[in-house]
């Protein structure tokens, strides 16, 4: 199976700062990443597929890029209701994996 | 609009076997490249993929928990039919149904269900 890594298990921003998230699979993925954002109680929902198109819908503050196998989230002008967890998925191959998550609160 | 919804069990025994029905509409099963999945989610962990089925009637599990899955679907009734056997407490979580589709390649998780959160204890 792929593993997939991410970084930070979770960070404290303030309202309008840009943040970033890295996540790595464990071999190549070509650009078949997805991040998603859960809030409690809530399931998950698409931001980015393919690496760096944004689902339609999603605020223009949120983008993907990649380099190789490493891949970024990154969240410009963070506001109130971008408080939740991030997770990065392949959809590379059979059995799809998630990253660890990581939880973003606004100090 | 595409919706899907998770009905099943609430509570569960140990060593019983979970039988979980996702209905869905607003999409067909038999449309090329129309794909279900299943995940579940422990409470605080990330989610975990847990099977899915595709149009074609293809079939695929994760490689940890395959030989206790079953998917099936009765595209006609537009449901998807996860059952999990030999339940553990450990399985306690949150299930989701979820689409996604096949274009040259797997596309994310683009709708999901709200979740049944499914308890295994005796």
């Known amino acids: 199976d792929i593993q997939m890594t991410q970084s930070p298990s979770s960070l404290s921003a303030s309202v309008g700062d840009r943040v970033t998230i890295t996540c790595r699979a464990s071999?190549?993925?070509?650009?078949?990443l997805n991040w998603y954002q859960q809030k409690p109680g809530i399931a998950p929902k698409v931001l980015i597929f393919?690496?760096?198109s944004l689902q339609s819908g999603v605020p223009s503050r949120f983008s993907g890029n990649r380099s190789e196998n490493d891949f970024s989230l990154t969240i410009m002008d963070l506001q109130p209701d971008d408080s939740a967890s991030y997770y990065c998925?392949?959809?590379?191959?059979?059995?799809?994996?998630f990253g660890p998550g990581t939880k973003v609160h606004l100090k | 609009q595409v919706t899907l919804r998770e009905s099943g069990p609430a509570l569960v025994k140990p060593t019983q076997t979970l039988t979980l029905t996702c209905t869905f509409s607003?999409?067909?099963?038999?449309?090329?490249?129309?794909?279900v999945s299943w995940v579940r989610q422990s409470p605080g962990k990330a989610p975990e993929w847990l099977a899915l089925?595709?149009?074609?009637?293809?079939?695929y599990y994760s490689t940890s928990l395959k030989t206790r899955l079953t998917i099936s679907k009765d595209a006609s009734k537009n449901q998807v039919v996860l059952t999990m056997t030999n339940l553990d407490p450990v399985d306690t979580g949150t299930y989701y149904c979820?689409?996604?589709?096949?274009?040259?390649?797997?596309?994310?998780?683009?709708?999901w269900g709200q979740g049944t959160l499914v308890t295994v204890s005796s």
């Open positions: 979820a689409r996604n589709r096949f274009s040259s390649n797997w596309l994310p998780l683009d709708s």
């Open positions: 607003g999409f067909s099963l038999n449309t090329s490249g129309m794909c």
């Open positions: 089925i595709d149009w074609d009637d293809d079939k």
């Open positions: 071999q190549s993925i070509r650009n078949n």
């Open positions: 393919a690496a760096s």
């Open positions: 998925q392949q959809s590379y191959s059979t059995p799809f994996t």
